[in-house]
Structure formats: structure tokens, C-alpha cells
């Protein structure tokens, strides 16, 4: 048991959860170059509320065209605070690629019109289940374990607390 307490108490040696299941968000559209397109402040907008209704810290950050892929054009992250390393870590990533993956693809679309269009893709992540799951254990524990935020209750059988003794 002080094993597992130090390791949820710790994450001093906590820097990144690399291989990770998620909840993708995909759009694909039709509105060619468009900066700010609806479809994708909306993927931003649900991702941001999410990590509202669950009261993680966050900040939402835009990223530097150099720190972009080969088939991005605008990409903003949210990063979620982890007191144990007091720093903001990536929990988001929300990305404009234009035309850029769907011309690899040779991907169009068929209109009403009945001519094709390139088509915009935008995806975002809404939640890194690990990494998510780092987050919530940073920023809810407590002594005898990890409350369990509001939001996410329902799903587990309406327990408040998460106890550190639970699986042994």
C-alpha cells in the first residue's frame, strides 16, 4: 500500500503518457481555407467545456507555426495544470489541416451541385483517457485517496472518493 500511495501521492518522475487510448473528434468539411470556421471553434469549444464541467485547471495555448506537422495549419492545445511537477501539460490538441489531409488521401467531395471540392478536415482530441486520468489523480487527491470530480460520479456508482486501499 505505501507503494501505490507514493506513486498517486508523487509523480515526481511523471513526464508524459506516450501510447494512450482517446475520444477523437472529427470533422470533415467543405469550407476551403477557412481561418476560422465554425466546425472547428466548435471542436475547441466542446473539448474547453468538458474540462469545465470537470473543474481540471487549464489553459488553452496556440501553437507556434514551427511546432506544427507537415499537415497542420493551426493547431491550439489545452493543457491541464499538474501541481505534482507545477507545470501545464497537453491534454488537447485541436487542429485546422485544411485541405492538407484529404489531398494526400485524394479525398473530394460531391456537392448538390455535383462538382468536387477539396475537402477540410479538423480533429480534436476530447479526452486522452491516461492522461485525463493523470490529471484528475494530480489535482483531486487527498489523503485517503482521490475525490472523484462531480461530473464523473454518475459513472462511478455515485462514489465520492476514490480510496487509495480500493483494489487490495
Not at 19 to 39: A, G, P
Not at 78 to 98: D, H, M, Q
Not at 108 to 137: G, H, Y
Request: charged share 25%.
Amino acid at each position: 500500500m505505501v507503494l501505490i500511495r507514493e506513486v498517486f501521492l508523487g509523480f515526481k518522475y511523471y513526464k508524459r503518457v506516450h501510447q494512450f487510448e482517446k475520444i477523437e473528434q472529427f470533422v470533415i468539411s467543405y469550407s476551403r481555407y477557412t481561418l476560422k470556421s465554425k466546425e472547428f471553434q466548435l471542436l475547441l469549444e466542446r473539448s474547453e467545456k468538458f474540462y469545465q464541467q470537470i473543474k481540471l485547471p487549464y489553459q488553452i495555448v496556440k501553437m507556434n507555426s514551427s511546432e506544427l506537422n507537415s499537415f497542420s495549419f493551426l493547431k491550439f492545445d489545452i493543457e491541464a495544470w499538474f501541481p505534482g511537477s507545477k507545470t501545464y501539460r497537453e491534454v488537447v490538441s485541436c487542429t485546422n489541416c485544411l485541405n492538407m489531409q484529404s489531398n494526400s488521401l485524394k479525398s473530394k467531395i460531391k456537392t448538390q451541385n455535383i462538382f468536387d471540392c477539396d475537402m477540410c478536415t479538423f480533429n480534436s482530441t476530447l479526452a486522452a483517457t491516461e492522461r485525463l486520468m493523470c490529471a484528475i489523480v494530480e489535482n483531486y487527491q487527498v489523503k485517503e485517496g482521490v475525490k472523484i470530480p462531480l461530473r464523473l460520479r454518475k459513472y462511478c456508482n455515485d462514489r465520492k472518493l476514490l480510496r487509495f486501499n480500493t483494489f487490495f
